[in-house]
Every structure is written in C-alpha cells, then in structure tokens.
C-alpha cells in the first residue's frame, strides 16, 4: 500500500472536509452569503453534501488502507481535488476571501492536493498491487459501471464546457440559475467520479468495486438529502428536468443499496455469492 504519510493526509482530508461540509450542511443561509463565491444557499448545502461525501470516502480509505480495495476511492479524492483547484484558479478573479469559510475552502483543496501529490509519488515508488484473487465482477456489474461511466462523464465534460443559458443551466434541472464559477465546480465533481468509477475495469474485482460504492455512498446520501430540504425550490410542473436531478440520486443510490445487501462491504472478506 501507499505510506504511512499519505495516509495521514487523507486522514487530514476526512478531517477538513466533514469540518467543512457540516457547516455548509446545516448554516447554508449564514454561509452561502460568504462563501468563497457568489452561491445561493440551496447550493451552499450541495457543496456541503460534496464535503460530506468527501469526508466519508476519504475515511474509509484510510481505515481500509489496502491499494487493491482502495484505489479507486483515492483516485476520486485527488482527481476532485486537482480539478477544483484549477476551477478555482481559472476564477480567481472571482473569489471572496474575507470570511473563514472560504478560506476553510481553499485550506481542504489545499491540502487534497498535497495529499494527491504524495499518493501519486508513492505509487511510482511503491508500485502496489492491483488485484487480489477476489471474484471477478460480473457482467452485468460491469454494464452498471459502463453507464454510469458515460452519463455521469457526460455531465462533468457538459459542466466544464456549457456556457451560462445552455439546456440545464438555467433552473431546468438544477432549480437555480448557475454562474459559470458554480457550473465548472459541478462538473469538476461529475468528471472527477466519472473517471474514478472507470478505473474499476483495471482490476475487475468485488473488492475494489464494494469498497468504492461504500465509500461513495456518503456522496449520494448527503446530496438527495440536500435536494430534499430544498424541495419547495423545485418545480415540477413548470420544470420537469427537476424530477431527473433527485431522481438519478435516487436511482443510483437505490442501486448501490441493493448490490451492498446482496454482496455486502466487507473489507477483505467481502461475500462471494449473494444473500439466500
């Protein structure tokens, strides 16, 4: 596996994110008027249940430590990482640093990048391997990470080149008007999950793709459960693209429930068969 200081930094990571996501999570009407740009507090709060996710996948990386079972969930919390930093600084111009929140931002991307940094520099030094003798995943399995490969790809490359009044940035899907700075986030955070869930084809295995749901079900969880504090704000009627933005939550996280109680989560001994 990767060193003990990577591993400390990704312990760091979990740390600073939950700081973070729970402060956005619950004060979003406090925070968002000061956060680190211009955010309504609806997004505020998703940004919260990113942090969130961020925290819970970065700690079950940490417990788990096993490059095998991991990689992929480590892959997703550099790439977010790198891709909110140069989001970041492509609008630097547009950044607002006079609250902590916002400097609290910036402290976690920060530190998720040394922590990307030091991971990708132990893993030329380490080489660690990739596969265990686990059971191959199946293909229908491997169907559902085709999918999700593709639409949610989609969505992150659509984030990062969509121009303000394009289809789905104007209160179509997402129920508010996104600035360019909020819609080049959302597709960091889209492109970053897209490729990480693709490098589950290298090793094929149960145990990295269980581990990887689990870690990322907090992702899932914390951002239905902002969407739904906030329903007053969709309208579906008006709107249906609505119904699509808490709809695909719902769906891929009643997915990932159903493949966790067949197989379950285990660290290493994960279940080879499902559930009689």
Sequence with gaps: MLSKSSRWLT??????????????????TRL????????????????????LGNAWAA???ARRWRWSQVYAVLIYLWLFGLLQLVVVFLFR????????????????????????????????????A???NGRVITPLVRLLIALFV??????????????????????????????????RSFGAFYLSLALATSTLWIARRFESFLAFIFAEMGLVVAITLAALWNIELFD??????????????VVVGA??????????????????????
Aim: net charge positive; aromatic share 16%; hydrophobic share 55%.
């Design 11 to 28: 312990c760091a990571l979990a740390a600073l994110y939950a700081v973070l996501g729970l402060a956005l999570f619950i004060f979003p």
């Design 32 to 51: 968002a008027p000061v956060f680190a740009w211009n955010v309504s507090p609806f997004m505020a709060m998703t940004i919260g249940g990113w942090c």
């Design 59 to 61: 700690l079950v990386a």
């Design 93 to 128: 111009d547009k950044l607002r640093l006079e609250h902590p929140i916002a400097w609290l931002y910036l402290l976690a991307l920060l530190t998720n990048g040394v922590a990307t940094a030091a991971g990708i520099a132990d893993w030329f030094r380490l080489r660690p």
């Design 130 to 132: 990739w596969t265990t």
């Design 150 to 183: 593709v639409f949610v790809g989609f969505l992150g490359l659509y984030g990062l080149l969509a121009r303000e009044g394009w289809p789905g940035t104007n209160g179509g899907i997402f129920p508010e008007l996104m600035s360019l700075f909020t819609l």
């Design 236 to 249: 579906f009627a008006a709107r249906p693209g609505g119904l699509a933005y808490i709809g695909v939550y």
């Design 255 to 276: 997915v990932m429930l159903a493949l966790m109680w067949t197989y379950g989560t285990h660290d290493v001994a994960y279940r080879l068969a499902p559930r009689q």
